[in-house]
T-cell receptor, first 114, second 115 residues
């Protein structure tokens, strides 16, 4: 089955610790995205990558870092510099040959930092 | 500034009713618009995508319309069922830098269908 997997589903961390969220896709998509979702707000773009070894900051990149060493993988690190890291994190991917640029989403990771 | 608004934030209707969810956007120069469904604690499922040149798209009991001139889209759900209960998100895609296209998201409408 083709799709996007995110792990873990739930993640708990102490304040001051860095944490890495996993995102893997087997859709052969070039572009991948990380979003943050908070209650009562629309999704906000953290980082995106259109090709391996390249990525761009989104609207709320501060306190986050990413890497894109493989086409299939786009891990997100939430650093201790992120002021309010508790949120639901969604990963998505899209094909650059799809002129609609439709994005496909993973199941999400809920991060709780105390 | 490009903004997307969904009103109401929550809606509760009896099973069997037809209903309309609204999405408005401030910048009419859209590339396309997409409606998603999100179940509690889950990822997003794409329902319908409307290109800027289209007026509507249909899938089963769902019909999405687009009126760029008024900056509005509606999602019509016919003969609602309890299984339709979810949050419905509207996202508008605009041309962006680096030949990329950026999605601007509404906050969603939480729909509850009462048996």
């Amino acid at each position: 089955d083709g799709g996007i997997t995110q792990s873990p589903k739930y993640l708990f961390r102490k304040e001051g610790q860095n944490v890495t969220l996993s995102c893997e896709q087997n859709l052969n998509h070039d572009a991948m995205y990380w979003y943050r979702q908070d209650p009562g707000q629309g999704l906000r773009l953290i980082y995106y990558s259109q090709i391996v070894n390249d990525f761009q900051k989104g609207d709320i990149a501060e306190g986050y870092s990413v890497s894109r060493e493989k086409k299939e993988s786009f891990p997100l690190t939430v650093t201790s510099a992120q002021k309010n890291p508790t949120a639901f994190y969604l990963c998505a991917s899209s094909s650059r040959t799809d002129i609609s640029y439709e994005q496909y989403f993973g199941p999400g990771t809920r991060l709780t930092v105390t | 500034k490009q903004e997307v608004t969904q009103i109401p934030a929550a809606l509760s209707v009896p099973e069997g009713e037809n209903l309309v969810l609204n999405c408005s956007f401030t910048d009419s120069a859209i590339y396309n618009l997409q409606w998603f469904r999100q179940d509690p604690g889950k990822g997003l499922t794409s329902l319908l995508l409307i290109q800027s040149s289209q007026r509507e798209q249909t899938s089963g009991r769902l019909n999405a319309s687009l009126d760029k001139s008024s900056g509005r889209s509606t999602l019509y759900i016919a003969a609602s069922q309890p299984g339709d209960s979810a949050t419905y998100l509207c996202a508008v895609r605009y041309p962006h830098r680096d030949s990329n296209y950026q999605l601007i998201w509404g906050a969603g409408t939480k729909l509850i269908i009462k048996p």
